[in-house]
């Protein structure tokens, strides 16, 4: 990847702009998705696109990698794939009488999990240390891994063939879960001109470099979050935990998160400061996948996104500065 250069001088707005109009150009007529996954990021956050086969969702994966200047790996999971293949392996070196850890493809600023559900339970235990605590184990040894670090993993519905049900600790991982869902009559033909010679994602080159990404990312942490604002977040989570339809609401984690793309929705708005449209906007792809529904419900035909949207309707929004 050939190097790009950095302008001291560009504001936040037209970094975010780069990447996400970077994107667009591989990923058409998916505009919400796109700004979603990005703020997801810069949120210091890790993204699941879940989705029918055949949407995009690598697409926008790969495309997200290729825009930032840095080290990314695409793995591939299947049925038969080890931890030690994530993670990585210590080898003996006959010269040196002595075992040398060899880092797995974890060890990268962006790690994008493809079809994530194809592995066991087992190896997508093994991203669950390194997804919270931006580490890894290995005989005996922690080994930090670089920043900015994000997994994008992709997701076929569990009705697939072939595929195994993600445990509720790893979603409780990922900050958002996005549906691409099918393009739109003028979207889909754009992507048929412009895919048609399969040169849109070779042709992607990086538009912002990891320094600037840390940069964007600093920016997000400064953003203001009024007590006011974080009063209604927390009780989002209270009446989460008091619904007729769930197992189990929303965790402390879920709030967090919640704070954290709320402050990313805000700075990528040009704001300093958060708003309850902020929470609103990012509610149901940082929450919906937290909720533990019964069984009733689940029958009755209620989603995780149904009953986010309930909760949001009930809690009252915080009037005043």
């Known amino acids: 990847m050939t190097a790009i250069q950095t302008a001291p001088t560009r504001t936040f707005a037209s970094l975010f702009d780069a990447i996400t109009s970077n994107i667009a150009r591989v990923v058409q007529g998916k505009k919400d998705a796109i ?14 696109i879940e989705d029918v086969p055949g949407v995009g969702k690598t697409s926008l994966a790969k495309a997200m990698a290729a825009s930032v200047h840095c080290s990314w790996k695409r793995v591939q999971f299947t ?44 190896t997508q235990s093994a991203l669950l240390e390194a997804m919270e605590e931006r580490q890894v184990s290995a005989d005996g040894s922690s080994h930090m891994l670089p920043e900015p670090f994000m997994v994008i993993a992709t997701q076929n519905p569990v009705e697939q063939e072939g595929t195994y049900r993600l445990p509720e600790s790893q979603l409780d991982r990922f900050l958002m879960r996005l549906s691409l869902g099918y393009p ?3 979207a889909e033909l754009a992507i048929v001109q412009t895919h048609g010679n399969n040169t849109a994602m070779s042709q992607l080159q990086a538009v912002v470099t990891v320094d600037e990404v840390m940069a964007l990312i600093e920016a997000v942490r400064t953003v203001h979050l009024a007590p006011a604002l974080q009063g209604y977040m927390v009780d989002l989570a209270e009446a989460s935990r008091r619904h007729p339809a769930l197992l189990l609401g929303l965790s402390p ?40 529904l019964r069984p009733d419900a689940m029958s009755r035909g209620v989603t995780g996104i149904s009953v986010i949207r309930e909760v949001v309707s009930s809690v009252p929004v915080p009037a005043g500065r």
């Open 79 to 122: 049925p038969d794939l080890l931890p030690a293949d994530l993670v990585g392996v210590s080898i003996f070196q006959r010269a040196s009488e002595s075992f040398v850890f060899q880092r797995g493809p974890l060890f990268a600023n962006i790690v994008l999990a493809d079809e994530i559900n194809r592995a066991s339970p087992k």
């Open 253 to 292: 984690r879920a709030t967090l998160q919640l704070s954290r793309a709320t402050r990313a929705r805000a700075a990528s708005q040009g704001r300093e400061y958060g708003t309850p449209d902020d929470v609103k906007a990012v509610a149901e792809p940082v929450l919906s996948h937290r909720l533990m």
């Open 184 to 186: 739109d009559r003028a």
């Open 35 to 48: 700004d979603l996954a990005v703020s997801c990021l810069l949120a210091e956050g890790h993204l699941l």
